[in-house]
RNA sequence: GCUCGGAUGGUGGAAUGGUAGACACGCAAGACUUAAAAUCUUGUGGCCAUUAAGGCUGUGCGGGUUCAAGUCCCGCUCCGAGUACCA
């Protein structure tokens, strides 16, 4: 019998299904553990070659943790959402709930081709109103949450509400957007109108006004890199900046949790990195300014030292100071500037490094020498970090130092020695000169001394500032989920919990109405019961992928987002597998959502995620074919230098080891029918470079041909054996060979000539070596993910146990508990042949026995080098004067030192032995 | 600009400070075959030597620490990723 991959995986994968083999419950006499795969946007594309490399690798980990007796949440859903289903839709007109559906199916009969251990009883998907409904309870929950920065802590609305009748703002430090103060009685006096309006700014959910990239043709909001040099991609209608009212997230209260929770977590330090630069913590001063007129205004800085350097203020465009600072004979000029601005968005302000800006006609007063200093307004100046107003210091901070240049502003040195004829001195460092009571000091001295005097004098304070804006939660789309909001007076409300889930409702078409309404304007009846208009936006991609991983812990249960008994048991997950490009995305949303539901005791931990591993993005790897330049003629790789040839993309599942399948290629394209080649050595060998996976570049690898050519066991292993899981690295086919023959070879160690043939005889010590090394190796390996490394050990145990013929029953049963969770199928065959009657699933890892791995020579000679050292290994407890001996009298030793002799023998820790001669 | 990675044969890549190049691909030779494919065996960093045995050299560049450095430290070069008027 041969190894007939097709026959065996056909058949396990059947097995597993009829009898459930991966559903888990939360069996508390086991240890849980929780592997998570970042769920996948089912994308009309299908699955490419690249896409499971972390699902194989999370479920390598999975299914080794189970079999080491630990009771495996390993589930999988999908991130059904998205726009590319929204914008078949208006293409077509097809409801991008059918173009999801049957994306979704595809990808479903695409992984089930690759065996995972997925329990599918779990699976979620974020457009189901069964799943939706605790998104939008979420929502509705952080509505009604305020976030107190004392307790820090979410806290109910009501409680803040019953705070302000008793005491007003007093004594309270609340996260909002902009700090209010009044009193117990002003608060009982308001309207309820007047209070509701109040309390949206500390709500956690929150309407606010922020600037977007407002395209009027298209009536919607365009995320940054939908915009192009002020005009949207989609269509080329201008782009202009404008202060919406949207529905908003507070993440900004939650920064310093999450900057802090990032040391208790287990992830690389470069995602860490990233999150902390995200968030951006910097400490320094909140300063008063007051301009001459009398206008108070704050500053912040990190660089409270260099307030004798300052030269002119700087006000951000979209401030609100602007109006109220401009004066008469400078109001034309501003508000051309103004305009100026708008109309960029903010990337190409970003982008645009030249200096502009426009002065505003009045000055403020320096608060420690009363000069007089100009009040600029420049768009480098933003009005979203901060308070969107700086103290400018040219001679220490580039930018300054750039405007007051192109201005012709006056630059004041404020560190001994340096040189600030060309740039600024940026640096934190040197000693302070011009500067009053600082002098003489180091810059690292006189920041807290600045700020201690500032605060003092009470014309400032310390602050920390927190680069972390709140996320913006409206979308003029479709397909996403509803707000369960709806509007009375002009202020929003929630429905009642009771009334959730708030289905999608169906429209006519998918674009914004003619009046500018977002997509749900379309939609009949889009009203409460009472005719209340409801929400007309729709929640971002981000929404139904922060909290996920908790309904899994209890994806069906209709009454709470997930039971405290299923919480508690499962609590957080141990290990999340994905890509980087959600450092800044999913994986803050999702940490904040998380710490959020913390606070409400929805969720018992903290960190959602305690180990998190990236794996590296496959590459394509394209094949090319040079015709001449004119003609049907192609040339092989080699000869190409000869003629003048045009590279032309060939596809790649027509190229075997850069060798063209001439007829196919032929049979590819109809203009390649009469094609006619030069070739080398009988052969036409392609060219091949390194690109992204793509379609147009032919280089698309589907898993499904490679299951049906290889096999799904191949498929895995060879996945692994790429390289290491965290590196990014171009997909080739070329390497497969090895790793199937590797299968074939465990295979023949159970059958020979066709027949099984496997002896209960005792092992031999040689297979037991053997055996137990890779028992360690690759424990080892897949505790540290070092899966590529495992598979090679696999390899060469295989080839000593062949050139052994060892067929011992003992050796071959371990050996296919270790190979299960790389080769599934393949591990439950032979598990069954070798007589067992239960699945290969339900086996224990073996463990190890070091006995077997010790070397029996002693001394054991490794190997000489150079030419006064030997390497040696000695048991530990050997003492010098042994090994020394040993050394003498050893005859690989002697063969060495013979006719040398040495001069000294040096022995060194980890007993290794050089001798000098 | 800043931050974080990385640089090892023809290729992908192995090496708790201790035989550099495991394992695999590719290539070469051989066996089987009418032939090819598949399979199996052997060899395979470079240079020199070859009847042998062997020798020299070698992990991007330059220093350093160490009995011993691909690995640790300092200074460069190049490549990749992320991020950026954040005051």
Not at 143 to 157: E, M
Not at 340 to 361: H, I, L, N
Request: glycine share 6%.
């Amino acid at each position: 019998m041969d190894y007939n991959f097709r026959e065996i995986e056909r058949r396990w994968q059947q097995y597993w299904i009829d009898h459930q083999t991966y559903k888990v419950t939360e069996d508390r006499s086991k240890p849980k553990f929780y592997v998570l795969d970042m769920f996948p946007y089912p994308s009309g594309a299908g699955l490419h070659v690249g896409h499971p490399l972390g699902y194989i690798a999370s479920d390598i980990f999975s299914r080794y943790k189970r079999s080491q007796g630990f009771n495996v949440l390993h589930p999988m859903g999908y991130d059904a959402y998205g726009l590319p289903a929204e914008q078949y839709a208006i293409q077509t007109g097809q409801h991008p709930a059918i173009t999801t559906e049957s994306n979704i199916k595809r990808y479903r009969e695409q992984l089930d081709k690759i065996g995972f251990s997925y329990d599918w009883s779990r699976e979620v998907r974020t457009c189901d109103p069964g799943y939706y409904k605790w998104t939008q309870w979420a929502f509705i929950r952080m509505f009604h949450s305020y976030y107190c920065n004392q307790a820090q802590q979410a806290r109910p609305i009501a409680e803040l509400t019953e705070l302000f009748s008793r005491q007003g703002t007093r004594g309270l430090d609340l996260a909002c957007n902009e700090p209010m103060e009044f009193t117990a009685e002003a608060w009982n006096a308001m309207s309820e109108k007047k209070q509701q309006e109040i309390l949206m700014n500390y709500r956690i959910a929150y309407l606010g006004d922020t600037m977007v990239n407002w395209c009027p043709e298209l009536g919607t909001v365009l995320a940054n890199d939908e915009v192009s040099e002020g005009f949207s991609i989609r269509g080329g209608y201008p782009v202009e900046q404008k202060k919406m009212r949207q529905w908003c997230l507070r993440v900004s209260a939650y920064a310093h949790r999450l900057l802090d929770g990032l040391d208790k977590v287990d992830w690389t330090d470069s995602l860490k990195e990233t999150q902390r630069n995200w968030i951006g913590r910097s400490e320094g001063a909140v300063m008063h300014f007051r301009t001459s007129r009398g206008i108070a205004f704050d500053i912040f800085t990190t660089r409270a030292d260099t307030i004798f350097g300052v030269t002119f203020m700087v006000l951000a465009p979209e401030s609100e100071l602007v109006k109220e600072l401009t004066t008469g004979e400078q109001r034309e000029a501003v508000e051309d500037y103004i305009a100026k601005t708008k109309k960029k968005t903010e990337r190409e302000r970003m982008a645009d490094k030249s200096v502009s800006g426009v002065f505003s006609g009045s000055y403020a007063c320096h608060p420690f020498t009363g000069e007089q200093l100009p009040i600029w307004i420049s768009d480098y100046v933003l009005a979203g970090y901060g308070t969107g107003a700086i103290m400018a210091v040219p001679a220490h901070d580039s930018r300054d130092y750039a405007f007051a240049r192109h201005f012709n502003l006056p630059i004041i040195p404020l560190i001994e020695g340096c040189d600030i004829s060309e740039e600024s001195f940026d640096a934190k460092e040197g000693i302070m000169m011009n500067s009053d009571f600082l002098n003489g000091m180091t810059v690292k001295e006189a920041i807290p001394a600045a700020i201690d005097e500032v605060e003092k004098r009470g014309i400032g304070y310390r602050k920390i500032n927190f680069r972390l804006r709140d996320a913006i939660f409206s979308r003029q789309r479709y397909w996403g989920e509803p707000f369960p909001v709806y509007y009375k007076d002009g202020m929003p409300y929630t429905l009642e919990e009771s009334q959730l889930p708030l289905e999608l409702p169906e429209v006519d078409k998918y674009l914004p109405t003619e009046s500018g309404e977002p997509p749900l304007g379309r939609a009949a009846n889009w009203h409460t019961g009472e005719g209340y208009p409801l929400e007309l936006n729709t929640m971002p991609g981000f929404a139904g992928s922060s909290a996920y991983y908790l309904r899994y812990m209890d994806p069906r249960n209709d009454n709470t987002l997930v039971s405290e008994d299923a919480n508690s048991y499962w609590r957080n997950v141990d290990l999340y597998i994905g890509g980087t490009e959600h450092a800044t995305g999913h994986l803050v949303y999702s940490r904040f959502w998380n710490k959020f539901l913390f606070d409400l005791g929805v969720s018992c931990e903290e960190e959602p995620f305690k180990k998190l591993v990236n794996q590296g993005m496959i590459q394509g790897r394209s094949n090319f074919v040079y015709r001449i330049k004119g003609t049907n003629k192609f040339v092989s790789l080699n000869l190409k230098e000869q003629y003048e040839v045009t590279p032309i993309h060939v596809d790649v599942n027509i190229v075997h080891h850069d060798i063209l399948d001439i007829e196919a290629f032929r049979q590819w394209n109809p203009e390649y029918k009469t094609a006619e080649f030069i070739l080398e050595d009988g052969k036409y060998v392609c060219g091949w470079a390194i690109e992204k996976m793509s379609k147009s570049m032919f280089n698309v690898v589907n898993p499904d041909d490679i299951v049906e050519k290889y096999g799904a066991d191949t498929l895995r292993l060879y996945e692994m054996f790429l390289g290491p899981l965290e590196q990014s690295k171009p997909w080739d086919t070329n390497g497969i060979d090895g790793v199937h023959r590797f299968l074939r070879r465990v295979w023949s160690l159970f059958y020979k000539e066709g027949d099984l043939s496997v002896s209960d005889e005792e092992p031999a010590k040689e297979e037991l070596k053997s055996l137990h090394k890779l028992i360690k190796k690759v424990s080892f390996d897949i505790e540290h993910f070092s899966f590529n490394t495992s598979v090679s050990a696999f390899m060469i145990c295989a080839n000593e146990l062949t050139s052994l013929k060892c067929s011992k029953r003992a050796i071959l049963s371990d050996l296919t508990v270790c190979l299960a969770p790389f080769a599934p199928h393949l591990a439950e065959e032979l598990w069954r042949t070798l007589g067992n009657s239960t699945s290969v699933c339900d086996a224990r890892w073996p463990v190890w026995n070091e006995e077997y791995l010790k070397e029996d020579a002693f001394p054991y000679a490794i190997s000489f080098n150079g030419k006064s050292r030997f390497v040696l290994e000695f048991p530990a407890d050997v003492t010098n004067e042994e090994i020394e001996k040993a050394v003498l009298v050893h005859p690989n030793s002697q063969k060495w030192i013979e006719g040398k002799n040495p001069k000294k023998i040096i022995i060194v820790p980890k007993k290794i032995v050089n001798v000098v001669i």
